[in-house]
């Protein structure tokens, strides 16, 4: 049974356009999808009606004006603060703060390392103990393992 459809235009959802790939917060209170159509991560809270609202849209304009391009993939730390973002066809890896109302903050982005530019990526993940995030470029033939600094 079908407990909800999320469209865009409807409800007051903002720039979801060809949804990609979806993280869950660890309490299940929001939804992080990355829209690749609208080069935009949407947030959706989970209400007491178990029904999903739209809260945000963050797009390249919140990230100085690129990088986002065919936004597709998506990696949360277990705790819920950190969220990694990428666009297929942007240029580098974004870091966001996920406040305790679900919103997200814009803190940084890596653009290369050691002379490999950062772009094309095509999944990110995190390892299970939270300790590495592993980030593919699927045209670029590359693989970047990085270790997550504690704070």
């Known amino acids: 049974m079908v407990k909800q459809v999320i469209k865009n235009g409807v409800a007051g959802v903002e720039q979801f356009v060809n949804p990609q790939k979806i993280v869950v917060s660890p309490e299940?209170?929001?939804?992080?999808?990355?829209?690749?159509?609208?080069?935009?991560?949407?947030?959706?809270?989970?209400?007491?009606?178990?029904?999903?609202?739209?809260?945000?849209?963050?797009?390249?304009?919140?990230?100085?004006?690129?990088?986002?391009?065919?936004?597709?993939?998506?990696?949360?730390?277990?705790?819920?603060?950190?969220?990694?973002?990428?666009?297929e066809a942007g240029h580098g890896l974004y870091l966001f703060s996920a406040g305790v109302d679900g919103r997200l903050s814009f803190k940084s982005k890596l653009l290369s390392v050691h002379d490999n530019e950062l772009m094309k990526i095509s999944s990110i993940t995190l390892t299970s103990d939270n300790q590495h995030l592993l980030v593919a470029t699927g045209k670029g033939n590359s693989l970047f393992v990085f270790k997550i600094k504690k704070l």
């Open 28 to 87: 299940g209170k929001y939804l992080y999808v990355a829209c690749s159509g609208s080069n935009a991560i949407v947030v959706f809270q989970k209400k007491e009606t178990g029904q999903y609202a739209f809260v945000q849209a963050v797009n390249n304009s919140d990230v100085g004006g690129s990088g986002l391009e065919g936004a597709s993939s998506l990696a949360i730390l277990a705790d819920g603060s950190k969220i990694y973002a990428a666009g």
